[in-house]
């Protein structure tokens, strides 16, 4: 099978899963798959780095959470009826989610430039212990700071409102999941493939090379990692519309390291391996989980053997090539 | 005014917390210098090491024993904590060496991301397997009744014995550990296998035995970290994930493969925390309302180690000792 076949898999099955639940009318299939899309773009996110920039982060759930809080507190304050700040200048909150993503995708964005100017200094083991440790920094902020629900977390009430549609509807907001999902693949597709895209690739491969044509790897790499926050932010946001509820735990380490698992298990370097990784991840979750309460015991043996003998992940193994190169 | 018995207490507090986060960072930074390994599931073996000396303390202290954990309401009579101690070396050490034999041989070769994911697998599989055998509550474990109650020290400040028994074991081990690595054949093997290690084994030396007893060292100095702490706070799944991850802000800052920036890493990080979360609201009260001063001095405080890593990372990216990252 080729990678085209692959993604087109992929992409066949993650529509096919919510119609089923549409036509057998169990609703909890649509958000299931719904949460996949989800996942799946944070693990995109993340794939920008780790899969074509070879950078591993261990602190995408810094993104994924602060995405999450913007809709969280926005959503908050719009109910509410307070401004988020009286001052300098009065802002307001809301419940547009265009709005929202625009914020949250700003905010990772931000974030992203913040510790990526710190972390991309360092590389190796380094680099992973500085991305965890700074996660976890926003992590301990958010439990203790109580404006926000702290430890406990902010529930927002209604889903966010998109152009009079329905939200509440899981195949509306599935689809909107699904669209945002679409157009952020195709985003990073042009990006790997533009000029921008074959400098990160060698960067990865070269860097001392890359270096000596005159092309920064530092600037290659910041920006890389700036894009990738933007879009784990946005998924962030996505998530928390999909719950309702935005808690610490979505910045934990674990979610880092669930994150990086999706990648892992999809393929690195695959446009839509996370969307596959996450796929196995959640229905590992649901078959296990369904047979014993210690799912994540098998969870944890599968994903060892997997990296010690089928790198590559889903993507690679079913078509049959190493994804090293794109 | 802030009493000054209060700050020395932080003070001492703080060293306690720096002292149990250096055996925490000893192993780490061994295990990484030597094989080259970054380890998520040391947080995992001083789990182990606190669960393993539970344990045997509840095991060999109740004439109720029924299972691999006392019942809740019951009451035991305490049982040995030195027996329980020496089981949590034996028990990290051996969980040590055999992940090291069955998995972690097989990544030495391999990039830091296998690493990471295998380790962080590894992490799901302890916890989880732990919470299988003991169930999901927490243990609790007390700490020994002949290092029990409180010393008067100098100043007026009566400090517990247990903390400051913590702080000289762990400054014993410290000097110990600087003594095996900078005396001792082992030590001399380490520092080789640090430095040159195709080298090392075409002269001779075993070095997957070496391999294995640098991994089952630096387990067992976590286990034990484990045990003693567990008897402070409480012994549960997970508990090991937060220390793993001081440990690497210890590292970080110390710089990679040095143990004696992991001394004055931990160190630094353990008081500044520490004095961190009672000065900083303090500090805030004399300019905001006490709620408000409580909240921004408590959020700022647990952000304070890593904006502190975050400073160092600026001026030295390799770290107080480190080599050039």
């Known amino acids: 099978m080729t990678a085209r076949i692959a993604s087109t898999a992929v992409v066949l099955l993650l529509l096919a899963v919510p119609l089923a639940g549409t036509v057998l009318d169990e609703p909890w299939l649509i958000t299931l798959a719904t949460r996949v899309a989800i996942l799946g773009m944070a693990g995109v996110g993340l794939n920008l780095v780790l899969g074509y920039g070879g950078m591993v982060s261990l602190g ?57 100017c710190l972390s991309l200094r360092t590389t190796g083991v380094y680099f992973i212990m500085i991305t965890l440790a700074f996660a976890q920094m926003i992590y301990y902020f958010t439990v203790s700071w109580p404006a926000y629900g702290g430890e406990d977390g902010l529930p927002i009430y209604l889903r966010n409102s998109l152009v009079g549609l329905d939200t509440m509807d899981p195949m509306t907001f599935f689809l909107i999941v699904f669209a945002a999902l679409v157009v952020v693949i195709f985003l990073v597709s042009r990006v790997v493939r533009s000029r921008f895209g074959l400098a990160l690739t060698a960067v990865r491969q070269n860097e001392a090379r890359v270096r000596s044509v005159g092309i920064g790897g530092f600037r290659i790499r910041l920006v890389a990692f700036v894009m990738s926050g933007a879009i784990t932010a ?25 994150i990086m698992v999706f990648v892992i298990l999809g393929g690195v370097a695959r446009l839509w391996g996370p969307i596959a990784g996450a796929a196995l991840y959640v229905f590992l979750e649901q078959v296990l989980g369904s047979m014993t309460d210690h799912w994540q015991f098998w969870v944890g043996l599968l994903l060892i053997a997997v990296v010690l003998h089928a790198r590559g992940g889903i993507m690679g193994f079913t078509s049959g090539r190493r994804s090293d190169d794109g | 005014m802030m009493p000054a018995t209060l700050i020395a207490e932080q003070v001492l507090n703080g060293l306690q917390f720096g002292v149990m986060l250096f055996l925490m960072s000893a192993g780490l930074t061994l295990v990484f210098g030597v094989m080259g390994l970054i380890n998520l599931a040391h947080g995992s073996l001083y789990m182990v090491g606190a669960f393993a000396c539970a344990a045997v303390v509840a095991a060999t202290g109740s004439s109720y024993w029924v299972g691999p954990f006392p019942s809740p309401g019951v009451v035991a009579p305490p049982g040995s904590f030195w027996l329980g101690l020496a089981a949590s070396l034996a028990a990290a050490a051996a969980a040590g060496a055999l992940v090291e034999v069955t998995l972690m041989r097989r990544l030495y070769q391999r990039g830091h991301l296998d690493q990471v994911l295998v380790t962080f697998a590894l992490i799901l599989v302890f916890s989880e397997g732990i919470r299988w055998i003991f169930g999901a509550f927490p243990l609790y474990l007390d700490i020994p009744p002949s290092l029990g109650g409180t010393v008067p020290l100098p100043g007026g400040l009566d400090y517990p014995l247990y903390r400051l028994v913590i702080i000289a074991a762990g400054l014993a081990v410290a000097a110990g550990l600087f003594q095996l690595v900078s005396r001792t054949r082992l030590g001399m093997r380490i520092r080789a296998g640090e430095s040159d290690r195709e080298m090392i084994a075409a002269i001779g030396v075993n070095i997957r035995a070496l391999y294995t007893a640098v991994f089952a060292l630096g387990a067992a100095l976590a286990g034990f970290a484990g045990a003693v702490i567990g008897s402070i706070t409480s012994v549960e799944v997970g508990m090991g994930e937060p220390v793993l991850i001081l440990a690497f802000v210890v590292i970080v800052i110390g710089g990679i493969g040095s143990i004696k920036g992991a001394l004055v890493g931990a160190i630094l990080v353990g008081v500044t925390d520490t004095m961190g979360r009672l000065l900083l609201p303090a500090l805030f009260a004399t300019f905001l309302e006490p709620a408000d001063a409580a909240a921004t001095g408590a959020s700022l405080a647990s952000m304070l180690i890593y904006l502190l890593m975050a400073l ?8 107080l000792f480190g080599k050039v990252a």
């Open chain 1, 234 to 258: 946005l998924a962030g946001a996505l998530f928390v519309d999909l719950n309702r509820f935005v808690s610490p735990s979505m910045l934990s380490w674990h979610t880092s390291g669930e």
């Open chain 1, 60 to 116: 995408h759930a810094a993104y994924f959470g602060v995405g999450g809080y913007v809709a969280g507190i926005l959503a908050h304050h719009a109910l509410e009826g307070h401004p988020v700040l009286a001052w300098p200048i009065a802002l307001g909150g809301t419940d547009s989610m265009i709005v929202i993503w625009l914020v949250a995708i700003v905010c990772g964005a931000l974030l992203a430039l913040l510790i990526g």
């Open chain 2, 312 to 319: 160092i990372l600026f001026f030295r990216p390799g770290g």
